[in-house]
């Protein structure tokens, strides 16, 4: 059977495609490796019959190293968005390391639409997906819309004031749970695609902020008023929460992104994958309301 290593595995992501690769048993244990800076942090998964390797982005020979021996290789982006360039480089370097340690696939975590995105990071992915088709390698291309899951980084705070402050205008997004986002990788991973592949993981339906807005509020029976407001007003409403300026930017473009209209995508990618109907909105606040606040 194909070895498969997981980069980023001790990352929200990560641990949740090991999870699936683990429940869905079409790959054995002995042929899934967990990578990580610190594999420290996969103790448990090693304790689990799992094979834990030592991956990090900036050391290209001890990459090498580590992919030795790997057939199919999941680079998920890493987390590296405070120095401009420097994720694009650790991604470079990576495929780069895929290539001289024989991988034969190469899948990787990317976004809907980099080549027209705004958001501050989409030339980090766009960089990297060139990166793969030059490389000569198999790739299956694997572009995740918007989680769901980023909705609880603001949605406690807008719920105990009553108002949701947001730029996207009337714009829509096809939000996806992360967790689909990593049960599909898991089978594409077990079943790859034949060829060289572009997926695009999206929800079966693109909502706008009014809707998403109406949505946590009814599943947390709290009045939520939706804003909308500038590019400009919003970068000042979180600084003045605190948030540094790489966060700033990276959540301003992404309102924008949203007001262009490049992440009202939606596919059957995830169904065809995974066979099943990724998780709705609606369903997933329900299951979530907890972290609602």
Not at 164 to 180: E, L
Request: hydrophobic share 45%; charged share 20%; glycine share 8%.
């Amino acid at each position: 059977m194909a070895k498969i290593l997981v980069t980023g595995a001790s990352g929200q992501l990560g641990r949740k495609i090991i999870e699936h690769l683990i429940a869905d048993g079409k790959i054995a244990r002995s042929d899934i490796v967990a990578a990580s800076r610190n594999p420290v942090k996969l103790s448990a998964l090693s304790q689990a019959g799992i094979e834990v390797r030592k991956t990090d982005f900036d050391d290209a020979a001890g990459m090498e190293a580590a992919f030795h021996g790997i057939e199919r290789l999941l680079l998920i982006s890493t987390d590296e968005l405070a120095v401009p360039g420097r994720r694009l480089a650790q991604h470079k370097a990576a495929v780069e390391a895929a290539v001289k340690a024989g991988v034969k696939h190469i899948f990787y975590t990317s976004m809907p639409n980099p080549d027209k995105s705004l958001v501050s990071f989409a030339p980090d992915h766009l960089g990297t997906e060139e990166a793969i088709k030059a490389s000569g390698l198999t790739y299956t291309i694997i572009r995740n819309s918007w989680y769901l899951d980023n909705y609880f980084m603001s949605m406690p705070h807008n719920l105990v004031v009553g108002t949701w402050y947001t730029a996207t205008g009337d714009g829509k997004v096809a939000n996806i749970s992360r967790d689909d986002c990593a049960a599909a990788a898991a089978a594409a991973l077990a079943s790859p695609p034949a060829g060289n592949v572009i997926l695009t993981l999206t929800g079966e339906t693109a909502l706008s902020a009014d809707e998403i807005g109406k949505i946590v509020s009814d599943t947390a029976g709290k009045p939520l008023n939706v804003v909308k407001v500038t590019d400009e007003q919003l970068a000042n409403g979180l600084r003045g929460a605190g948030l540094p300026d790489f966060v700033v930017a990276m959540l301003v473009s992404a309102d924008a992104n949203t007001r262009a209209g490049n992440f009202n995508v939606v596919t059957h990618d995830f169904e065809d994958l995974t066979g099943r109907r990724p998780q709705g909105a609606a369903e997933f606040f329900k299951a979530h309301k907890d972290l609602l606040g």
